[in-house]
């Protein structure tokens, strides 16, 4: 097992210069509590990790299958409160709450994708933003049970101390990140649901006529989606210490959507990039001279970012860094003139 997985990384990480970048970047997070382990950035750090969870899972819905769902919201905040009232009703620790919450968001994902299966482009995207609204709601109408307008108070934390907090934070992106890029890579051996999610967006009703169950698929889609974004949600819920009615807030959801078109769709290292440069950004800008201005900043250079790299930051980087392969579509160092697998002419 051990020798597969080192032949694997081998052959499908260390020629590829962007995700050779990436094992760099995870490494340096890793490690930079070595550097630097004061309070405010482990904490920034921390909210990091969670948002750049919640931004894959929307990428992994909306870009790779072509669902555009603008509600991501509603599986953030279900995860988050379904967190909470196991520990308020249950007394269960964050280990056991936050997976539980985030089933519990899976199924919400699930049960809201079949009223949506049957509509397409804004009439899907009106449909699923009206579904956090609607959960929302419910939850400020049971005061008794979820706090109400005041939400659930006195999480416990995930560790005992603001680095701890961010090395859980840390590991649970890691793994998370890497089991939706292995369910979205189109050029996994194992694993299949990446290449019809690819077939879906771009051809739902060819897919369906090479007898691909497409239905089956996009339910697997929203299961997978909500299953992620509750567990972003799980992770906010106990860094603040609370779950809050603003989980389900429609911001929340176009936070995640420019999160990702600034790092680059369909990509999954693209919205980790996107929420590593842009949170940071507003959060440290609040303690320099622009404080109150922040926000305009961040919204500039997005604007900036987007008409001279409408692609996105990373997925820029990547073309600009790597080359596909015509006849086998492997990736390969821009530089090279031949292809690593085939053999054919990469210019």
Known sequence: MLRRLFKDFRFSVLPVPGRVIAVVFFVFLFIFPLISNARYPMLILSFTCAYAIFAVSWDLLSGYTGQVNFGQSLFFGAGAYGSALLYKYLGLPPAATIPLGAVAAALVGVGTCFPALRLRGP?????TMSFPLLLEQIVIAFPDVTGGYLGIRGLPRLAGSPTGEFYVCLLVMTVAVLIMWKLTDAGSKYVRTGLIFHAIREDEIATRATGINTIRYKVLAFGIGGFFGGIAGGLFAHLMITAT???FSLTMSFQAIMWVIFGGMVSIYGPVAGV?????????GAQTPIAGYETLVMAIIVIVVLIFMPEGVAVRIRDRIERECPRCKLANAAWRKECRACGASLH
């Open 276 to 284: 590593f440069i842009l949170y940071p950004l507003v959060e440290l």
């Open 245 to 247: 009615p603003g989980a």
């Open 123 to 127: 009439y899907l995207s009106l449909l």
